[in-house]
Nanobody, 126 residues
Framework: VQLQASGGGLVQAGDSLRLSCAAS????????MGWFRQAPGKEREFVAA????????YYSESLKDRFTISRDNAKNTVYLQMNSLSPEDTAVYYC????????????????????WGQGTQVTVSS
């Protein structure tokens, strides 16, 4: 099982970025996919998650107005559209996946996800 994240980079405050995360593996079909981020010296923070068989994603309350998660089930790929970026959004962004449908209370917990991508750096300059 591999999760390959991409799309990070250096942008200016107010810009947008779209991250992608493709899941691969011979028989792997993730049911729950999500994004976390980790800034230097801070704990890993939940951003958003998507269930394969549910229409509505789940967001961190503080980010839901600027970030949008979407998913292409046929490609086993999840996206994170980030708008109005600020320096506070600077972090390594990780995608995560689980082969089961995580319950709501587990979505925000990194340990709930068995599979992780390598992370992609997002740096927002002021």
């Amino acid at each position: 099982v591999q999760l390959q994240a991409s799309g990070g980079g250096l942008v200016q405050a107010g810009d947008s970025l779209r991250l992608s995360c493709a899941a691969s593996g011979r028989t792997f079909s993730p049911v729950t996919m999500g994004w976390f981020r980790q800034a230097p010296g801070k704990e890993r923070e939940f951003v958003a998650a998507f269930w394969r068989n549910r229409a509505n994603p789940y967001y961190s309350e503080s980010l839901k107005d600027r970030f949008t998660i979407s998913r292409d089930n046929a490609k086993n790929t999840v996206y994170l559209q980030m708008n109005s970026l600020s320096p506070e959004d600077t972090a390594v962004y990780y995608c995560a996946a689980a082969s089961s449908s995580l319950i709501l209370s587990s979505l925000r917990i990194p340990e709930s996800y068995p599979y992780w991508g390598q992370g992609t750096q997002v740096t927002v300059s002021s």
